[in-house]
């Protein structure tokens, strides 16, 4: 097991990653006393890993609430019933909640715990690529409405995060690639040698080989470590890991969180922040297409569909919770492992981009 530190004073909290973790009692012993637990998951991860974790957990006071997969189901009707629970059950203050899934249950069982009793504690234990390289770390919490991605929602930082890399061989391969596109992300925010790295290991991505992926899984909570430690609620540079998050919110809300998973939005969005970047002049020409390629061999789509207008998404864009004095803020690219936060990207040079990301190929 390895142990990645999030330095926030007396907020800190350990990120755990190893195999097997979700069934050792030693993983969740410090993090967990005596007061009741209630572990929120979903229908797809309850019947693989809910019993190890119960097993782990035997002789605690522990309820389960079990919601339905899928983005659009981190929802307002999903905290009311959450909440409705932990109101049903007399939840004292005391109470863990443990959200055990990928980053929709993580967000609203976090939010959960933000706004129960004005806030109580709770243990991410991430089961998907995403949630463990991104989602479970940094405390962000949040549900979507219909006007906006995680619009409604709070800062609370987790007691531990328990990261079991051996979930991921269970994942759906859509699931996964979409986790890769956050692993990217850090690549080209924080280290182009990641770039490199995870450039030359495509094959071994693929695969899902056991040492590429506890590779990315280390890396990715390092670097996000060293973000949300200097800037835990987004005053500063913790905006950098907004990158490709602009355009894909505004993909997901478009398509009522039904047609993309998260990553697979943040993906399209990274190739047009980084065509963005380089139709401005902020970067030289040839990391958009090399992110595209990256994405594309990795699995992940990188073009703007025929079916969704541009200026539909700038409409979308307006509600981004970067946006500041009715500036808007785009996190863009000033070289391979380098963002910056711009507020000078006139209208018609994102509907540009937007429009230059077109599939080239109308039936891709
Ligand atoms: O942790 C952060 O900060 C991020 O922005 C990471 C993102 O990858 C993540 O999707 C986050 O939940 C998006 O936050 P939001 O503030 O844009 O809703």
Same mark, same amino acid.
């Given at each position: 097991?390895?142990? +990645?530190?999030?330095?926030?004073?007396?907020?800190?909290?350990?990120?755990?990653?190893?195999?097997?973790?979700?069934?050792?009692?030693?993983?969740?012993?410090?993090?967990?006393?005596?007061?009741?637990?209630? +572990? =929120?998951?979903?229908?797809?991860? #309850?019947?693989?890993?809910?019993?190890? =974790?119960?097993?782990?957990? @035997?002789?605690?006071?522990?309820?389960?609430?079990?919601?339905?997969?899928? &983005?659009?189901? @981190?929802?307002?009707?999903?905290?009311? /019933?959450?909440?409705?629970?932990?109101? %049903?059950?007399?939840?004292?203050?005391?109470?863990?909640?443990? #959200?055990?899934?990928?980053?929709?249950?993580? %967000?609203?069982?976090?939010?959960?715990?933000?706004?129960?009793?004005?806030?109580?504690?709770?243990?991410?234990?991430?089961?998907?690529?995403?949630?463990?390289?991104?989602?479970?770390?940094?405390? !962000?919490? /949040?549900?979507n409405i219909p006007q906006g991605k995680n619009l409604v929602g709070a800062f609370h930082q987790p007691a531990a995060v328990i990261a079991d890399t051996a979930t991921l061989r269970t994942l759906p391969p859509r699931e996964y690639r979409a986790g890769l596109a956050e692993v990217l992300k850090y690549g080209a925010i924080c280290d182009a040698?990641?770039?490199?790295?995870?450039? #030359?290991? +495509?094959?071994?991505?693929?695969?899902?080989?056991?040492? /590429?992926?506890?590779?990315?899984? &280390?890396?990715? =909570?390092?670097? !996000?470590?060293?973000?949300?430690?200097?800037?835990?609620?987004?005053?500063?540079?913790?905006?950098?890991?907004?990158?490709?998050?602009?355009?894909?919110?505004?993909?997901?809300?478009?398509?009522?969180?039904?047609?993309?998973?998260?990553?697979?939005?943040?993906?399209?969005?990274? =190739?047009?922040?980084?065509?963005?970047? &380089?139709?401005?002049?902020?970067?030289?020409?040839?990391?958009?297409?090399?992110?595209? %390629?990256?994405?594309?061999?990795?699995?992940?789509?990188?073009?703007?569909?025929?079916? +969704?207008?541009?200026?539909?998404?700038?409409?979308?864009? $307006?509600?981004? $919770? @970067?946006?500041?004095?009715?500036?808007?803020?785009?996190?863009?690219?000033?070289?391979?492992? !380098?963002a910056i936060v711009d507020e000078d990207s006139a209208d018609a040079d994102i509907l540009a981009a937007l429009n230059a990301c077109r599939a080239e190929d109308p039936a891709a």
């Amino acid at each position: 097991m390895r142990t +990645i530190d999030i330095p926030l004073g007396d907020r800190s909290y350990p990120v755990r990653i190893g195999e097997g973790l979700l069934a050792d009692p030693a993983a969740w012993a410090p993090h967990v006393g005596q007061a009741p637990i209630l +572990i =929120v998951t979903n229908e797809t991860v #309850a019947p693989l890993y809910l019993p190890a =974790v119960l097993g782990a957990l @035997k002789g605690h006071d522990v309820d389960t609430f079990t919601m339905a997969d899928g &983005e659009a189901e @981190k929802n307002w009707d999903n905290w009311r /019933a959450l909440i409705g629970r932990l109101a %049903d059950r007399h939840a004292p203050r005391d109470t863990t909640l443990v #959200a055990l899934g990928g980053g929709v249950v993580g %967000d609203l069982c976090g939010f959960a715990a933000a706004t129960w009793m004005r806030g109580i504690r709770f243990i991410q234990a991430p089961t998907t690529l995403l949630a463990q390289v991104d989602a479970s770390v940094g405390g !962000k919490t /949040a549900i979507n409405i219909p006007q906006g991605k995680n619009l409604v929602g709070a800062f609370h930082q987790p007691a531990a995060v328990i990261a079991d890399t051996a979930t991921l061989r269970t994942l759906p391969p859509r699931e996964y690639r979409a986790g890769l596109a956050e692993v990217l992300k850090y690549g080209a925010i924080c280290d182009a040698g990641f770039i490199d790295w995870i450039e #030359a290991n +495509i094959d071994a991505l693929r695969a899902m080989e056991p040492d /590429a992926l506890a590779e990315i899984v &280390e890396r990715s =909570v390092r670097y !996000k470590a060293e973000v949300v430690g200097a800037d835990e609620r987004e005053q500063g540079v913790r905006a950098i890991l907004n990158f490709g998050h602009t355009f894909g919110h505004a993909l997901e809300t478009h398509t009522g969180y039904q047609r993309y998973l998260h990553g697979e939005a943040v993906a399209i969005g990274m =190739v047009v922040a980084a065509t963005l970047s &380089e139709s401005r002049g902020l970067l030289a020409p040839g990391l958009a297409r090399r992110l595209a %390629d990256i994405q594309s061999a990795l699995g992940l789509p990188v073009t703007v569909p025929a079916d +969704i207008d541009a200026p539909d998404l700038l409409q979308h864009m $307006k509600l981004d $919770k @970067k946006n500041l004095a009715g500036r808007r803020r785009l996190v863009l690219l000033s070289a391979p492992g !380098k963002a910056i936060v711009d507020e000078d990207s006139a209208d018609a040079d994102i509907l540009a981009a937007l429009n230059a990301c077109r599939a080239e190929d109308p039936a891709a």
